[in-house]
């Protein structure tokens, strides 16, 4: 089972940028799919960025032109880029990894955007 943590959260203000990183504790290579949600307070866990291993990558429409996810398979590391970052995306971010073998989920961190 592959561990997953997050780092790169904090709190900035509209407009600003933010970089994630996910590093998982073993080679990416064999992993269908990775990617982001992300939880706001009081609600549901949603889909923000997925990438598959040979192809497709999916963005929630809230994010799309804005957030750009892509992964390092050398460095065993996903990455969400956050551009013009809005009052809405405060949530916690998850990192997501899976496969035919199961799934694994990071801890999160968590992202503020405020004036």
């Known amino acids: 089972q592959v561990q997953l943590v997050e780092s790169g959260g904090g709190l900035v203000q509209p407009g600003e940028s933010l970089r994630l990183s996910c590093v998982a504790s073993?080679?990416?290579?064999?992993?269908?799919?990775v990617g982001w949600y992300r939880q706001g307070s009081g609600k549901q866990r949603e889909m923000v960025a997925i990438?598959?291993?040979?192809?497709?990558?999916i963005y929630a429409d809230s994010v799309k032109g804005r957030f750009t996810v892509s992964r390092d398979n050398v460095k065993n590391t996903v990455y969400l880029e956050m551009n013009s970052l809005k009052f809405e995306d405060t949530a916690v971010y998850l990192c997501?990894?899976?496969?035919?073998?199961?799934?694994?989920w990071g801890q999160g961190t968590q992202v503020t955007v405020s004036s």
């Open positions: 073993r080679s990416l290579f064999d992993i269908d799919t």
């Open positions: 990438t598959q291993r040979y192809g497709d990558t």
């Open positions: 997501y990894a899976g496969s035919s073998r199961g799934t694994a």
